[in-house]
């Protein structure tokens, strides 16, 4: 769908970020209530609607029981785009609304997906016999069951049912926001990470090597934004997907600042200790208020924070089916995810 594989030669951000033509930060000038950013993923989906670009959306709308679960939604007016904004934990079969869809008579479409979502899209897109079909991919670090992300949340808030906003910023804090709209902003040196149980993130998380949706034509993340959104544009159609935001969207060149390597190696070692089965090395108490103040002031940015999450994502990968599932390595870890470990001492055994 690119016409090529990522370029891999040294200083290319696209052994990071998978093949791209730009990448910027963005922000829709009116935000849209509701949105996980300011909107811009639900706006590209309503804009292809009401061109007529497409017959259908694919996507997940909240369940009316609990708005934290994703559940599928074949979406055919642009105005129902706005029940689907913002962000769940979960999995849900979006990709089984393609038979339906097809028995609508729907050949034009739009899906918005997680990685693993567009990964299994990709494989079965030619079979599709769709008259075209266009990709909003999200990044995803990690997703769990909505179950536990309830978990999550109790031992974060008072009133956990009151919440209805959570998002892993890139300045490292979580941010709450809950009904009666007050907001809450918590550094992630002081989640209660180490009260989770080891497979809180099953192991197909923690052993993706796609975190940036490479294989979307448009990427709608925020992890490079500086507070922004961040949009990685990789082809053609992620072009045309940008152009029907006209003058409703503000873009901006990406920044970066910082040095990532010491980061990824301190990370690199709590996972070698949680791999095998020990514990996350925790901080003594007194050094967290310091380190938490000085994060967002040392640690690094933009597309710095963005390499430096997708290079922890890769030595999670193999650090952790290496430890459980060995026998996997040689057909799950792909050769430039190597690349993005070697410099941090981990190289391909025998057999990987
Ligand atoms: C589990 C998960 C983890 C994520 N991790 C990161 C990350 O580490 N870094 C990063 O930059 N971005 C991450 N994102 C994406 C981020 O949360 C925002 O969705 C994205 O930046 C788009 O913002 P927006 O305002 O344009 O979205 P909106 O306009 O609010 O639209 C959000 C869209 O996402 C869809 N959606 C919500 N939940 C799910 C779900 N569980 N599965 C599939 N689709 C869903 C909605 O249906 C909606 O169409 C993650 C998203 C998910 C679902």
Sequence with gaps: MHGRSRRTDEG????FFGPFRRIVKARLKQPLAGAQWSGITTRLAERLLETGAVDAVLTMKPDPEDRWRPVPTIVTQASDMKDCRGMRMG??????LLEPAAVAGHKRLAVIGIPCQIYALRALEEELGLDRLYVIGTPCSDNTTTENFHSFLSLMAERPETVSYLEFRADYHVEMRFD???QQEIPFLKLPLSKLPGDFFPLTCR??????????DITVGYMGGEGEQWLIVRNDRGEELLSLLGEEVQTNP?????QRHKHVIGFLRNVERAAGGLPLRSMPDFM???VAWLMPRIGPKGQEFARARVEMKAVETVLHLRHAMPNKMKNMVPDHVWTLVEKYGLTRRNGE
């Design 288 to 290: 967290r208020p310091i």
């Design 207 to 216: 052993t993706c090597v796609d975190y940036t949706n490479s294989l979307a």
């Design 254 to 258: 990406v920044g970066s600042r910082g």
């Design 180 to 182: 009666d709209g007050s």
């Design 12 to 15: 290319s951000d696209e052994l």
């Design 91 to 96: 999995y849900a079969p979006l990709l089984a």
